[in-house]
């Protein structure tokens, strides 16, 4: 259709949407929000979306993820908008859809806002919302805590060595201090969340070969401390046990930290608001 309300050519779909969220859309600012969406809106399912924001709880929860997307998009100048891809657009939307949580959805919503900009469209990619799509909301609060933060999250691990001598047994997962660092909701969870994003490739563990890390070590065991004299305390009783059959084990901890991947770097990039 003709470009009458200076949002770009949005189809009638599209501003049936739009109005369905935004009755006035001569509001000051919603211009770069059309211009960003236009193909999006073109390419969603936008006959059905009407439908579902009729129900009044997602119309609230859509409406507040699109207020936070304008609020962001309006930092830029307007020839820094461009055309978000619907490859990348569409899906992000219908995860706007149905999100939440608030901590998720920024992230959905920061990587959109990149996506439209003509600096930083080259790191949106699609496969990064199945990342997003795959966090928990703890999960959510880990990546923004490495998006403003270098410190590195160190583990500690414990283990033994074969009654033979000959090979080093691991006795526990690696123990890392994200819950000193991040407020997390189920903190028994922790060792699952940090091997989420080692699955989804966000992070690689790093056994402890660089003599630098060893004062990030030593700051971090302070924090663990309770966690390791409990874990000890553990393998003291089983130290025991083996004693009474002479086997006795030497036991030992290793140190190591989460290192972001180049794949992790690239999806910080996405979703750092810049």
Do not use: C
């Not at 009729?54 to 100048?77: T, V």
């Not at 000959?166 to 006795?171: A, E, G, K, L, P």
């Not at 660089?210 to 030593?218: A, G, N």
């Not at 083996?242 to 990039?269: A, C, P, V």
Request: net charge negative.
């Amino acid at each position: 259709m003709d470009d009458l309300l200076g949002l770009g050519k949005v189809s009638d779909n599209g501003l049936e949407v739009l109005k369905t969220i935004y009755p006035d859309l001569l509001q000051p600012g919603f211009k770069k929000v059309g211009l960003a969406l236009e193909t999006v809106l073109d390419f969603a399912n936008t006959a059905l979306m009407p439908l579902k924001l009729r129900n009044e709880k997602i119309k609230i929860n859509f409406e507040k993820h699109l207020n936070n997307l304008q609020e962001k998009m309006n930092e830029y100048p307007e020839e820094q908008i461009g055309t978000v891809p619907p490859e990348i657009g569409v899906p992000i939307m219908d995860q706007l859809l149905r999100t939440t949580n608030d901590d998720l959805a920024d992230l959905f919503v920061n990587l959109l806002v990149n996506a439209s900009l003509v600096d930083n469209s080259r790191y949106a990619h699609p496969s990064f919302i199945n990342i997003l799509g795959s966090l928990s909301a703890d999960e959510a609060k880990i990546i923004n805590y490495l998006i403003s933060n270098s410190d590195p999250i160190t583990f500690i691990r414990f283990g033994r060595q074969s009654l033979n001598g000959n090979m080093i047994i691991d006795m526990t997962d690696n123990i890392s201090n994200i819950d000193n660092l991040v407020e997390i909701q189920f903190k028994d969870n922790k060792g699952f969340y940090m091997d989420n994003l080692v699955k989804l490739g966000i992070f690689i563990p790093r056994d402890n070969y660089y003599s630098h890390m060893e004062p990030i070590y030593k700051a971090h065991r302070e924090e663990l401390e309770s966690v390791i004299s409990q874990i000890k305390r553990g393998l003291y009783d089983i130290n025991l046990e083996e004693d009474k059959k002479g086997n006795h084990q030497i036991f030992y901890e290793k140190w190591g930290h989460y290192e972001i991947t180049d794949l992790g770097e690239m999806f910080l990039k996405s979703i750092t608001k810049n």
